[in-house]
């Protein structure tokens, strides 16, 4: 069963509007960490933000922000006042405390396009 | 200075050769990864070490290897080269702490082609 899922293989946002990035987890460790990567067309992979499963509060970081439902099993990525640099493949990524090797389980990504 | 670089950056080879791609983080870093990311964009943990313990995905092919000589090094190591290794190889490190929270910091990738 996959452990990561993106179901949004693509999405458009027109620039200066936020948009919601969905992603969905499996996991039975009470202790886990999400993560959200960007990818832009260059290849690199860019750390955007982070939310623990004991976090009392949804993780924000500049115009990113986590939307955690932790009785879903969601971590959703909102992007406030969408960029034309937002453009990318945006990967969801978890990490188990009981998991080997501090190693991260990623989606399968979504790639956002932001018309002007 | 770069975090987690990478060399080479393409890599194009033909079948049955073996190569290999190097990894260097200046992060002090305990643990390093290499993940292989398809044409279709999915990314997948091939490998995770520290100077004690080497963890394997279990569904990577024993040709692939990684080499350690010190802390700051994890190169890959390719033996008989196939083409469904043609994909983007990525090195990352991370330092872990007590908790789940592990930013994995990442190189720029390296584009394998087998041809």
């Known amino acids: 069963a996959q452990k990561i899922t993106q179901t949004q293989p693509g999405m458009f946002v027109q620039e200066k509007e936020a948009v919601t990035l969905d992603c969905t987890y499996d996991t039975s460790d009470p202790s886990y960490g999400l993560f959200w990567y960007k990818q832009p067309s260059s290849g690199e992979m860019i750390f955007l933000i982070y939310q623990g499963s004991y976090d009392q509060q949804n993780a924000t970081e500049g115009r990113y922000s986590l939307n955690f439902q932790k009785a879903r099993k969601s971590a959703n990525l909102v992007i406030s006042a969408s960029q034309l640099g937002d453009s990318a493949m945006y990967f969801c990524a978890m990490r188990e405390l009981g998991g080997a090797g501090n190693m991260l389980t990623f989606g399968g990504g979504t790639r956002l396009m932001v018309k002007p | 200075d770069t975090a987690v670089s990478q060399t080479p950056k393409y890599l194009v080879t033909q079948m049955g050769n073996d190569k290999s791609i190097k990894c260097e983080q200046n992060l002090g870093h305990d643990t390093m990864y290499w993940y292989k990311q398809d044409s279709k964009k999915f990314l997948k943990i091939m490998f995770s070490y520290n100077n004690k313990e080497l963890i394997i995905n279990e569904t990577v092919p024993n040709r692939f290897s990684p080499k350690s000589p010190d802390k700051a090094h994890l190169n890959l190591h390719i033996n008989s080269l196939e083409l469904g290794d043609s994909a983007v190889y990525f090195c990352?490190?991370?330092?872990?702490?007590?908790?789940?929270?592990?930013?994995?910091?990442f190189g720029p990738g390296t584009r394998l082609t087998v041809l």
């Open positions: 990352a490190s991370s330092q872990p702490g007590q908790g789940v929270y592990n930013e994995q910091f």
